[in-house]
T-cell receptor
Framework: NAGVTQTPKFRVLKTGQSMTLLCAQD?????MYWYRQDPGMGLRLIHY???????AKGEVPDGYNVSRLKKQNFLLGLESAAPSQTSVYFC???????????????FGAGSRLTVL | LAKTTQPISMDSYEGQEVNITCSHN???????ITWYQQFPSQGPRFIIQ???TKVTNEVASLFIPADRKSSTLSLPRVSLSDTAVYYC??????????????FGQGTTLQVKP
């Protein structure tokens, strides 16, 4: 049971380049999230999805796009990378527990992105 | 969305009990309170979750007063390996909620020998 898998783990980009981070979960979770974490800071929500085919904006969505074509995958894209997007990106997933609405997030190991 | 406020940092010594309080004045009826622990270079991991009163598991206790406007994570007899950042998260996926989950700033706990 892999849980939440993020690829790649590390990536270095030049300003203006594009790339896609992949998040895959094998727990049949409905909800998926992308957060970024800058050095010494907390987690900030970029985008999230409440089900296959849906996406929504979080706190800091500018400069990022996402897609959830399959329930198990959530892709985060950077169309034109900027140094300000240097960060560690975490993907998480969760499932509604019965009818309670309780949320327990399972996180991936993170993807460290450096934009030069 | 419920906004959370925690102390930025706390210090403790090995063997002591540590209590970290989170304030969430505008918590909604359907919201649950969940605490996560994060070590450097790792993703956060679930510690404990509650809705009201007291919850206890093998690693921590969570105390929630009747008005639910705050919660306290209690770590008994901490060790050096408990040095981490602790996040309080308030929200739910229940009916009427968007599923948007916003983390607060977290509390950096430093355990000293």
């Amino acid at each position: 049971n892999a849980g939440v898998t993020q690829t790649p783990k590390f990536r270095v980009l030049k300003t203006g380049q594009s790339m896609t981070l992949l998040c895959a979960q094998d727990m049949n979770h409905e909800y998926m999230y992308w957060y970024r974490q800058d050095p010494g800071m907390g987690l900030r929500l970029i985008h999230y999805s409440v089900g296959e085919g849906t996406t929504a904006k979080g706190e800091v969505p500018d400069g990022y796009n996402v897609s959830r074509l399959k329930k198990q995958n959530f892709l985060l894209g950077l169309e034109s990378a900027a140094p300000s997007q240097t960060s560690v990106y975490f993907c998480a997933s969760s499932s509604r527990t019965g009818g309670s609405g309780a949320n327990v997030l399972t996180f991936g190991a993170g993807s460290r992105l450096t934009v030069l | 969305l419920a906004k959370t406020t925690q102390p930025i940092s706390m210090d403790s010594y090995e063997g002591q009990e540590v209590n970290i309080t989170c304030s969430h004045n505008n918590i909604a009826t359907n919201d649950y309170i969940t605490w996560y622990q994060q070590f450097p270079s790792q993703g956060p991991r679930f510690i404990i979750q509650g809705y009201k009163t007291k919850v206890t598991n093998e690693v921590a206790s969570l105390f929630i007063p009747a008005d639910r406007k705050s919660s306290t994570l209690s770590l008994p007899r901490v060790s050096l390996s408990d040095t981490a950042v602790y996040y309080c998260l308030v929200g739910s996926h229940g009916s009427g909620n968007t599923g948007k989950l916003i983390f607060g700033q977290g509390t950096t706990l430093q355990v000293k020998p």
